[in-house]
């Protein structure tokens, strides 16, 4: 039996380790490397799915871009993985549910659209959803109570007497439920 150096244990085991590490996470922490600092700022690595590489986009500008540099970036990204990609797709459809963007104080949203809650929501992306999560009897309660309130500067409609926007008043004269049910017939 011969006895080996630390040094040299210690190399083998970081070899070894490195050649059981994902794919995936080997270009997590690359990625800013191999893209730079300014597409990176704009991409977000989702997932590698056989071979292919998905990558969230800021904006359709930024996908159609760098789709036209795919080529020129699976060069670079697979001088770095152990187990080339055959092809990037870049897409924007999950930019906006990552956990950053997440995160960040939605300040376009107007207390008066319909779609306000006035409460924070939890998303897919909290570590208890389930523990904090309303259940649907107090969701809509709280949605009803919301309706009301809004309601009542409302007019009403003379027909139906339910609370109506004031331009559907100008432009039927009644609800926009009553105005489909008088061109229906």
Same mark, same amino acid.
């Given at each position: 039996m011969s006895f080996k150096s630390v040094n040299d244990? &210690?190399?083998v085991l970081q070899l070894e380790t490195k050649l059981q590490e994902q794919p995936f996470q080997r270009l997590l922490k690359c990625w800013s490397q191999v893209v730079? *600092?300014?597409v990176a700022a704009h991409t977000r690595p989702l997932s590698i799915q056989r071979n292919v590489l998905w990558v969230a986009t800021s904006s359709a500008a930024w996908a159609q871009n760098l789709t036209f540099e795919r080529q020129r970036l699976l060069i670079k990204l697979n001088a770095v993985l152990?187990?080339? &990609?055959?092809?990037i797709r870049f897409s924007t459809a999950e930019w906006h549910s990552s956990k950053q963007?997440?995160?960040?104080?939605?300040?376009?949203v107007n207390p008066q659209h319909p779609s306000?809650?006035?409460?924070?929501?939890? *998303? /897919?992306?909290?570590?208890?959803?389930n523990c904090n999560a309303p259940d649907a009897n107090t969701s809509f309660a709280d949605w009803a109570v919301a309706i009301q309130a809004r309601s009542h500067h409302l007019p009403l409609c003379p027909q139906c007497e339910c609370p109506t926007p004031p331009? /559907? &008043?100008q432009r039927w004269g009644v609800c926009c439920l009553c105005a489909a049910k008088k061109f229906s017939r």
């Open positions: 244990i &210690l190399s730079g *600092t300014a152990p187990t080339p &990609l055959v092809d963007v997440a995160h960040q104080p939605n300040s376009s306000y809650l006035g409460k924070e929501i939890a *998303t /897919e992306n909290d570590d208890d959803v331009g /559907e &008043l």
